[in-house]
């Protein structure tokens, strides 16, 4: 039996999705972790830990020494054939682990360019790549000065985060120094890794938002497929919905497609699957970021519908050594998600679940809130409280069949004492 080590996991689609496939694929698995209850609560975590990994490893995750230590003991004991994270706080520590180990995996470099934000726009400037116009900031002045420069609405972000945390649209100067001051103000970042003294300020671009998913493989970089994506949540960039393949004209997908690709070679990351984010304005493709691991948010899970085949089961594949030069990319249906929001305050009821769960096209409609708990503002992705997933001959079908269904839910609040600050 080959064996494969997992470096912690997404919980919102990927991550539990290639436990799955590991497990299909009949792979002894070892999951190392630095902690299970976040899997525990989370919807389904328990069952897919419960059915899919053997064995349970406890270190430090976030550090590299002491991960190394865990992997190599376990190695010595029977030999992996496969370590990867699809875990966007651990994907260094595990493509560090892997060169050391002499397994595939992409290189250490590239990734640790592609964890940061601040790396990414340098090597994309360098290289001609289409970015919005930045700054690298380390104090408050100096993040002033930038949104000056640039002009206002601008974007300040922290470099190492995802999911959207403390990435915030400024629209005054005493914004800009107020985010600048909260993501500084944190000594770590939101898995305990400490925090980078660089702070992004940048060119608020006005354009649609989608993620161009590659496939990197022996030095070429291959399109696997375009994401049209929902943004909402004011001054904050929450992902409301999702649908694959894009419904946007051949030409400019074309468009996204080159940028999407001319980055990834830029960053040298060179095996496996990347989350390239783009918006396209009136100048054309910009680069958002690139994360050197799959989608989350269920993106892989709409792939799969639209291709007929597991999307994390061809990254096994690859990270055990095989070629995925020969899959077919050619969408046969179409797949979309859109996700639930909810007033901040206490839930005191949910309805509406069984009536979008009925509705033809329908396959998955689930709400992660019940009376008596909380709905935070909507901040970042985490804050919303449900979704709705469909599919359809194409995508655009989807996306109407899945905000049908998502209008049936409703989610009721009470106001409450404001949430605990984050």
């Given at each position: 039996?080959?064996?494969?080590?997992?470096?912690?996991?997404?919980?919102?689609?990927?991550?539990?999705?290639?436990?799955?496939?590991?497990?299909?694929?009949?792979?002894?698995?070892?999951?190392?972790?630095?902690?299970?209850?976040?899997?525990?609560?989370?919807?389904?975590?328990?069952?897919?830990?419960?059915?899919?990994?053997?064995?349970?490893?406890?270190?430090p995750t976030h550090e590299l020494e002491p991960l190394l230590e865990a992997v190599k003991a376990v190695d010595a004991a029977k030999p992996l054939d496969a370590l990867l994270s699809v875990a966007e706080y651990e994907v260094i520590q595990a493509a560090e682990a892997a060169r050391q180990l002499g397994l595939p995996g992409p290189d250490p470099a590239a990734v640790r360019i592609a964890r940061d934000k601040a790396a990414q726009r340098?090597?994309?400037?360098?290289?001609?790549?289409?970015?919005?116009?930045?700054?690298?900031?380390?104090?408050?002045?100096?993040?002033?000065?930038?949104?000056?420069?640039?002009?206002?609405?601008?974007?300040?972000?922290?470099?190492?985060?995802?999911?959207?945390?403390?990435?915030?649209?400024?629209?005054?100067?005493?914004?800009?120094?107020?985010?600048?001051?909260?993501?500084?103000?944190?000594?770590?970042?939101?898995?305990?890794?400490?925090?980078?003294?660089?702070?992004?300020?940048?060119?608020?671009?006005?354009?649609?938002?989608?993620?161009?998913?590659?496939?990197?493989?022996?030095?070429?970089?291959?399109?696997?497929?375009?994401?049209?994506?929902?943004?909402?949540?004011?001054?904050?960039?929450?992902?409301?919905?999702?649908?694959?393949?894009?419904?946007?004209?051949?030409?400019?997908?074309?468009?996204?497609?080159?940028?999407?690709?001319?980055?990834?070679?830029?960053?040298?990351?060179?095996?496996?699957?990347?989350h390239v984010e783009l918006k396209y304005t009136g100048d054309g493709p910009k680069l958002i970021e690139i994360n050197p691991r799959p989608a989350g948010d269920r993106i892989t899970e709409l792939m799969d519908a639209s291709f007929g085949w597991c999307t994390m089961e061809l990254l096994i594949r690859q990270y055990l050594g095989e070629s995925a030069s020969d899959v077919v990319t050619e969408p046969a249906r179409g797949a979309a998600?859109?996700?639930?929001?909810?007033?901040?305050?206490?839930?005191?009821?949910?309805?509406?679940?069984?009536?979008?769960?009925?509705?033809?096209?329908?396959?998955?409609?689930?709400?992660?809130?019940?009376?008596?708990?909380?709905?935070?503002?909507?901040?970042?992705?985490?804050?919303?409280?449900?979704?709705?997933?469909?599919?359809?001959?194409?995508?655009?079908?989807?996306?109407?069949?899945?905000?049908?269904?998502?209008?049936?839910?409703?989610?009721?609040?009470?106001?409450?004492?404001?949430?605990?600050?984050?």
């Open positions: 039996m080959r064996r494969i080590g997992f470096v912690e996991s997404n919980r919102s689609g990927s991550g539990f999705d290639a436990l799955r496939a590991a497990r299909g694929l009949g792979l002894h698995v070892t999951f190392f972790s630095c902690g299970l209850d976040r899997y525990h609560a989370t919807p389904g975590g328990t069952e897919v830990l419960d059915r899919c990994v053997d064995e349970f490893v406890s270190c340098r090597r994309w400037a360098e290289r001609g790549v289409p970015v919005p116009e930045f700054r690298v900031v380390t104090t408050a002045g100096r993040a002033v000065l930038a949104a000056e420069e640039i002009g206002l609405p601008c974007v300040v972000k922290a470099v190492d985060e995802t999911s959207g945390a403390h990435v915030v649209r400024c629209t005054t100067l005493d914004e800009v120094t107020g985010t600048f001051t909260a993501i500084r103000s944190a000594t770590t970042n939101r898995r305990g890794q400490a925090r980078s003294p660089e702070v992004l300020v940048e060119e608020c671009l006005v354009g649609f938002e989608v993620s161009v998913e590659v496939l990197a493989e022996a030095g070429t970089v291959r399109v696997l497929g375009v994401t049209d994506k929902i943004l909402g949540g004011r001054n904050r960039f929450v992902e409301l919905g999702h649908g694959f393949p894009t419904a946007l004209p051949a030409a400019v997908r074309r468009e996204l497609e080159s940028a999407a690709v001319a980055a990834t070679e830029a960053v040298g990351f060179d095996l496996g699957i990347a998600i859109r996700y639930l929001t909810a007033d901040p305050g206490i839930v005191t009821a949910v309805t509406g679940l069984d009536i979008a769960t009925a509705v033809p096209g329908v396959r998955e409609a689930g709400v992660s809130v019940r009376p008596g708990g909380r709905v935070d503002p909507l901040r970042v992705n985490e804050d919303r409280v449900g979704h709705v997933l469909a599919t359809a001959a194409d995508a655009y079908l989807a996306g109407r069949i899945a905000e049908a269904a998502a209008q049936q839910i409703v989610v009721e609040t009470r106001a409450d004492a404001p949430p605990m600050a984050r």
